[in-house]
């Protein structure tokens, strides 16, 4: 069991970015996001990539970005497959014809979780007093435990720290989730370089 | 009214590039959009093709968005090529990124900064602090 004050600390660090990853959806869709209680806990992976159980095994379009620098950072954000249309729509707006929309569907979900990982995992950085460099988006369809399974090779059983929030659309039902996992040695270089950060003053 | 410019929009995601010109001609109606998918392909639109028929002739933009993270050549290297081969043009960078570490870079290398989402009030911003 993570302990609570480990627990509290860390969704602190995390908050104003996902704050800032739900206004970026908010502008691209040009309506508010709400945002859901985060959750953390540290767990196994493979028992990690299940906690997506709930949404009922349905497709997802998870866009996945990969962040290394002071500490490295698998972060993936998620929409339903069937709404993903919709999402696109009220990022581009009416001008665009359907055949093509459809056409851009795949590569616009992948700015689309860029530009959202992308202020997080800035935001984060910026309060750390850090650069993380981050790879290019990876696009992929898949059910919340597969896109959350650990990769071939990987160790299904080492503990990785898996923060989740949910970024709603209310008027279009819409939901997307976003997920972090950090493996303990990477965990424990973020709590050491937040505790540089307080105390320089610099952490919130 | 200001006479047309040319902007070249450098962005390996179509929506961007989609999106970038929607905005850019909601402002500015008689301005030309042209798009580049790499930094690649912008810095060979930006050179001489040469002069026999066919042949397209260099372009020569006022102004140019270059996103940074791109498959390939990434885009600060990419704009700072474009500043070589065009020093009359405006450069800014296009990206998600919103670190400090990316702002400084650009500053440092002389480029503006878009952030993004890109939004017509941020593009309207970028266009009317043009010369």
Excluded at chain 1, 28 to 54: D, F, H, K, N
Aim: net charge negative; glycine share 8%; with cysteine.
């Amino acid at each position: 069991m993570t302990p609570h004050f480990m627990v509290r600390s860390l969704l602190a660090l995390f908050e104003p970015g996902l704050q800032q990853a739900a206004h970026a959806l908010g502008e691209i869709v040009g309506e508010a996001v709400t945002m859901s209680a985060p959750t953390l806990r540290c767990l196994p992976r493979q028992r990690a990539s299940t906690a997506l159980a709930a949404a009922g095994g349905q497709r997802l379009c998870g866009v996945r970005q990969h962040y290394q620098g002071g500490f490295r950072t698998e972060a993936i954000v998620m929409f339903a497959e069937d709404k993903c249309l919709d999402l696109v729509r009220l990022m581009v707006g009416d001008a665009v014809p359907m055949e093509e929309l459809t056409a851009m569907e795949r590569e616009a979900m992948g700015e689309v979780g860029n530009i959202v990982l992308n202020s997080c995992v800035g935001t984060l950085a910026n309060l750390l007093g850090q650069d993380l460099r981050g790879s290019l988006p990876l696009v992929q369809i898949a059910t919340g435990a597969q896109l959350l399974a650990p990769a071939a090779g990987a160790g299904s059983a080492q503990l990785v720290m898996l923060l989740q929030i949910d970024l709603v659309l209310e008027a279009h039902c819409i939901v997307g989730h976003i997920a972090f996992m950090l493996e303990m040695d990477a965990l424990a270089q973020l709590q050491a370089l937040a505790g540089r950060s307080a105390a320089d003053g610099a952490a919130p | 009214m200001s006479p047309a410019k040319t902007v070249l929009v450098v962005d390996d995601s179509r929506v961007s590039r989609l999106l970038a010109r929607q905005f850019i001609l909601a402002r500015r109606c008689f301005w030309h959009v042209e798009e580049a998918a790499s930094g690649e392909e912008a810095i060979a639109r930006v050179q001489a093709d040469g002069h026999g028929p066919g042949q397209r002739p260099a372009l020569l933009p006022d102004l140019i968005l270059v996103d940074v993270n791109m498959p390939g050549m990434g885009g600060v290297a990419a704009a700072s090529r474009l500043r070589e081969l065009c020093p009359q043009a405006h450069i800014s960078l296009l990206t998600a990124n919103v670190q400090v570490a990316t702002r400084r870079r650009a500053a440092e290398l002389g480029l503006g900064f878009l952030s993004k989402p890109m939004t017509e009030a941020r593009i309207a911003a970028l266009l009317d602090a043009l010369p």
